[in-house]
């Protein structure tokens, strides 16, 4: 029997530490596919207290790089993981899967574990449910900044702060 060259696939550990930090800055400086004009735009809308805006300008930001770079598989083989025959080489991830289905695909390729999913999937309801309040009588509709750090922390830790997808390569060789 020959030996191959098939490496057994590991998902990829999370490089990006913010356990402890609870400084908007700082976080955000670890977001290194953010352009500084955007990092200090966001730092800028915590500190006029502008939660959701910061946080769902982060959250959008955020998804549409896990989009791309899970499309840089091949949107046929996105497709096929969702069982979606709907979705073609020729489909832009963008408009094509959903916030959630991304995550979910993230997670079952080892971009991103348990608990980042866990996270990330709460922050979607957390960005959702303030994007769709519209009461403006209501004093207590407005997004905590322990909300708005959350839902930026597991972004710079799950997507934004990350050189790129390690798993999405790892599927791309195994494939050829």
């Not at 939660?51 to 840089?72: D, F, G, H, P, R």
């Not at 209501?138 to 997004?143: L, S």
Request: hydrophobic share 45%.
């Amino acid at each position: 029997m020959s030996q191959s060259n098939v490496v057994p696939w590991q998902p990829v550990e999370n490089l990006v530490s913010l356990d402890k930090v609870l400084e908007p800055s700082v976080i955000i400086g670890k977001a290194i596919n953010l352009r500084p004009k955007e990092q200090k735009q966001i730092i800028s809308n915590f500190e006029l207290e502008n939660y959701e805006m910061a946080s769902s300008y982060v959250w959008t930001k955020s998804m549409a790089l896990l989009k791309m770079n899970l499309a840089s598989m091949g949107m046929d083989f996105i497709g096929e993981l969702l069982q979606r025959p709907d979705i073609d080489a020729d489909s832009d991830p963008s408009q094509a899967v959903s916030d959630f289905e991304a995550i979910d695909l993230a997670f079952e390729l080892g971009a991103i574990n348990k608990t980042q999913r866990m996270r990330l999937l709460v922050s979607a309801d957390v960005v959702s449910h303030f994007a769709g309040s519209f009461d403006a009588n209501d004093d207590g509709a407005d997004m905590l900044q322990e909300e708005a750090l959350g839902c930026i922390k597991v972004c710079v830790q799950s997507v934004l702060g990350l050189e790129k997808v390690e798993a999405a390569q790892s599927f791309i060789d195994f494939r050829e």
